[in-house]
Nanobody, 123 residues
Framework: QVQLVESGGGLVQPGGSLRLSCAAS????????MGWYRQAPGKERELVAT???????NYQDSVKGRFTISRHNAKNAVYLQMNSLKPEDTAVYYC?????????????????WGQGTQVTVSS
């Protein structure tokens, strides 16, 4: 079993900053891609940013230049620094990880999600 636990959401004024954190735990062999997705009310879940173990990043166009994703591979953790926040960034943010985990005598690669953390940008 693998668990992802997020923290760092909250209420912030437009132009403000927040830092999200996510830590993975459990029977982990290695984690390939880690990233952040978000889902606003009435909308589908969308990619915000991802990062490979080697450091390759991918961002949604609307957050480029404002958000920065980073990882601490030894801690199985991923972070999202969000600056210059806008009301349209309001959503539940989910951590995601592509994890190779121990399963019985071998390993298995599966996709895991955190429980989500609310980010609200409002004056």
């Amino acid at each position: 079993q693998v668990q992802l636990v997020e923290s760092g959401g909250g209420l912030v004024q437009p132009g403000g900053s927040l830092r999200l954190s996510c830590a993975a735990s459990g029977s982990i062999v290695e984690i390939n891609v880690m990233g952040w997705y978000r889902q606003a009310p009435g909308k589908e879940r969308e990619l915000v940013a991802t990062m490979t173990t080697g450091g390759t990043t991918n961002y949604q166009d609307s957050v480029k230049g404002r958000f920065t994703i980073s990882r601490h591979n030894a801690k199985n953790a991923v972070y999202l620094q969000m600056n210059s926040l806008k009301p349209e960034d309001t959503a539940v943010y989910y951590c995601n990880a592509d994890v190779v985990a121990w399963l019985g005598p071998g390993t298995r690669t599966s996709d895991y999600w955190g429980q989500g953390t609310q980010v609200t940008v409002s004056s």
